[in-house]
């Protein structure tokens, strides 16, 4: 499922500061390589780094739409979502995106045992059905 800036300037309660790009994949690690196409690249400062540093290299990599927590300058052609707390827009954004969902979801709890358990699950699924895991363990507010 696609987004226009404009779209997620809204469900996250954003200023749009530049173009109204299309958005159809989320990165919010800098050093991932695997861009894909249309990627919004989520600046947020976190305990040991400031990911806003890295916003002039992801332009330099051709990421041209950014959700950010502080205006950026921008060159022509990139677009940015300016918002209070990235991680809340980014609950929000996921919120708002699982309601367009229709699929089946399934979660899996527990302290201990998720991640085997979800790859012992993937093993199970019938080749030629459709589905989507997490490539790793994401235990953070993010994942």
Not at 25 to 33: P, Y
Not at 100 to 121: A, D, L, M, P, Y
């Amino acid at each position: 499922m696609k987004y226009m800036l404009s779209e997620i300037a809204r469900i996250c309660g954003g200023e749009l500061i530049g173009e109204d790009l299309p958005v159809a994949r989320v990165l919010t690690d800098s050093r991932n390589c695997s861009f894909g196409e249309e990627p919004l690249f989520v600046a947020m400062k976190g305990t040991n780094h400031d990911s806003h540093a890295f916003i002039g290299e992801m332009v330099r990599r051709d990421v041209k739409a950014f959700l950010a927590e502080r205006k950026t300058q921008l060159p022509a052609g990139c677009g940015c979502v300016v918002v209070p707390s990235a991680i809340a827009a980014l609950q929000q954004l996921a919120a708002h995106h699982r309601t367009r969902f229709k699929g089946r979801v399934v979660g899996i709890t527990g302290s201990n045992g998720k991640t085997v358990v979800k790859e012992w699950i993937a093993q199970q699924i019938p080749a030629g059905v459709k589905y989507f895991r997490s490539p790793k363990s994401y235990n953070s507010q993010l994942g």
